[in-house]
């Protein structure tokens, strides 16, 4: 079946524009997750989304970043007044358990 | 802070040899493990998870996890050229939140 898909694969914007990045998890998967990856870097936790209980947004950097889920399905993460320090890749990934957590090819961000 | 730390790297091992890859974690609440493998400029990909003290095998891949003294490895053995790749470990604290934290990963290379 289809895996997780991301969209753009690629971002180049301006430092101060916004931006929005998608999400199309695993059909069925109640679980999805945003992570990014700056360069040399392991994954950076940034947001969770279970079912319908409200998302774990601990990770989330500050408020210029957000993130919503449409009907349990597609994401958006939405960075506001992007910085050149949120250059990075951001990942998406869904699961339908704790132990297998499928991720997307990732949108590689770059503020210039 | 919880926070996952892996052996520095870069690991470079001949073909044919076994390459031991380690974590320690800092969280005793930590509950289950992961590995993952992420090849250059792709996402991560999951090799395997382990949730009990003990041994556990997979193919050529065998996880080690030793909660008491808080530290979890990867074995590979008869390493190929193709296993070259970042490895990354990963822990959840269990319950109903899924979220992973990533250590920065280690560089490993196997050399023809």
């Known amino acids: 079946g289809a895996g997780v898909s991301q969209s753009p694969s690629n971002k180049v914007t301006e430092k101060g524009k916004d931006v929005e990045l998608r999400c199309d998890p695993i059909?069925?998967?109640?679980?999805l997750y945003w992570y990014r990856q700056s360069l040399g870097q392991g994954l950076e936790f940034l947001i969770y989304?279970?079912?319908?209980?409200?998302?774990?947004k601990s990770g989330l950097p500050s408020d210029r970043f957000s993130a919503e889920r449409t009907g349990g399905s597609v994401s958006t993460l939405t960075i506001q007044r992007t910085q050149q320090e949120d250059s990075a890749v951001y990942l998406c990934?869904?699961?339908?358990?704790?132990?297998?957590?499928?991720f997307g090819p990732g949108t590689r961000l770059t503020v210039t | 802070q919880k926070e996952v730390e892996q052996n520095s790297g870069p690991l470079s091992v001949p073909e044919g040899a076994i390459a031991s890859l380690n974590c320690t974690y800092s969280?005793?609440?930590?509950?289950?493990f992961f590995w993952y493998r992420q090849y250059s400029g792709k996402s991560p990909e999951l090799i395997m998870f382990?949730?009990?003290?003990g041994d556990k095998e997979d193919g050529r891949f065998t996880a080690q996890l030793n909660k008491a003294s808080q530290y979890v490895s990867l074995l590979i053995r008869d390493s190929q050229p193709s296993d070259s790749a970042t490895y990354l470990c990963?822990?959840?604290?269990?319950?109903?939140?899924?979220?992973?934290?990533f250590g920065k990963g280690t560089l490993l290379t196997v050399n023809p």
């Open positions: 989304f279970q079912g319908n209980s409200a998302p774990d």
């Open positions: 990963a822990w959840n604290s269990g319950g109903s939140n899924y979220k992973l934290t």
């Open positions: 382990i949730y009990s003290n």
């Open positions: 990934a869904s699961s339908l358990s704790p132990y297998e957590q499928y």
């Open positions: 059909s069925g998967h109640t679980a």
């Open positions: 969280d005793r609440g930590s509950q289950s």
